[in-house]
């Protein structure tokens, strides 16, 4: 087998004999594993009785999606990895392009599928859409998704293409690779990890890609949603740990000081909106940054690029210049 299509699962047991059956039907030429982040649900009790052929990994703590893979992944030998989310629905021959492309782009390191939305088909979905990018302050959109608005998939990106970073709801990469940088940050727990990890990929040299021949349904949100602050917190968070590690040199410093007085405007916002639990996310992030500081500096890459795919604020394309779809600012 070429490829190993792995899981991580805490707590989703409905989730699991929801989505589980269609990666079992299509992914007849993969391993399928799931890894337990040592669920107190009948998570692992459904596995055994209702899906045998699946290998279970059980890690020995709940270590969110950074650990929780890294852990799981010491046990997985084959040679491309698929990182799939419990809430992913898989579609026929979602793996044979995937795998095509692996053998015949050596530089090809990370893959994502398009990814469209389970409760309207016919759309892009907000974890990664048709692939991604970042603008010159570190925040991330998509082709097909900026901020909150989600474009119907008309055919528009139809074209494989190489793109800034994969999304981790469905996340493709050689096995080699993720090894050699180590896997994902344990620091970032969940959330922009898989962006962080695309650039350390491009840092050495590797390029990620989006593949719209293969195809799957994303519910997102199915364990963290928006409405929590803990999403908010993780996100404000690691995205100044990811630019940290990551910046050039000479762009460190006025970046983060940027991005630290926009995470203050957007905290001032949440006041005025009643979302005073969110206020306080970012207010905890910041602390947590300053924190974990001193460690990540240390982290940096001696190659440090900043091939941005857009280089001015998509904050300031989106809400002020009304540019909503990728389209307008391609």
């Known amino acids: 087998m070429k490829t190993a299509v792995v899981i991580l699962n805490w707590n989703g047991a409905k989730l699991l004999q929801q989505f589980l059956p269609s990666v079992i039907q299509f992914s007849g030429n993969a391993t399928i594993y799931v890894a337990d982040n040592a669920s107190t649900d009948t998570s692992i009790e459904v596995l055994k009785s209702e899906f045998p052929t699946v290998k279970i990994i059980e890690n020995t703590g709940n270590f969110g999606f950074a650990k929780g893979y890294n852990e799981a992944l010491k046990f997985v030998e084959e040679p491309y990895y698929a990182l799939v989310n419990s809430d992913i629905e898989v579609t026929e021959n979602w793996l044979q392009p995937i795998e095509a492309i692996f053998d015949n782009q050596p530089k090809t390191a990370i893959i994502q599928p398009k990814l469209l939305d389970f409760k309207k088909k016919t759309h892009f979905e907000y974890a ?143 006041i005025f909106q009643g979302k005073f639990k969110h206020t306080w996310a970012i207010i905890k992030a910041h602390f947590h940054f300053y924190h974990l500081l001193s460690r990540n500096l240390k982290k940096r890459s001696t190659s440090q690029k900043s091939n941005y795919f857009y280089s001015k604020s998509i904050v300031w394309s989106y809400f002020v210049e009304k540019k909503k779809l990728f389209s307008e600012i391609n």
């Not at 474009?151 to 080699?176: P, S």
């Not at 040299?205 to 799957?216: D, E, H, L, W």
């Not at 409405?227 to 740990?241: E, G, I, Y």
């Not at 910046?247 to 995470?263: Q, S, W």
Request: charged share 20%; proline share 3%.
């Open 128 to 270: 990664g859409a048709a692939g991604g990018f970042i603008d010159k302050y570190g925040y991330p959109f998509c082709k097909g998704r900026i901020f909150d608005t989600l474009e119907e998939d008309l055919g528009q990106y139809n074209q494989e293409t190489e793109v800034f970073w994969a999304t981790g709801a469905c996340f493709f990469i050689r096995k080699e690779v993720y090894r050699t940088l180590h896997g994902f940050d344990d620091d970032f727990f969940a959330h922009q990890e898989e962006i962080d990890l695309c650039w350390r990929a491009n840092n050495l040299g590797f390029t990620a890609k989006y593949c719209p021949n293969s195809v799957v349904y994303h519910v997102g949100g199915a364990t963290l949603n928006e409405a929590n602050p803990m999403k908010t917190f993780l996100n404000f968070r690691n995205s100044l740990l990811m630019l940290t590690k990551n910046l050039p040199k000479g762009k460190l410093f006025p970046i983060i000081f940027t991005r630290l007085c926009l995470d203050g405007i957007a905290g001032i916002q949440f």
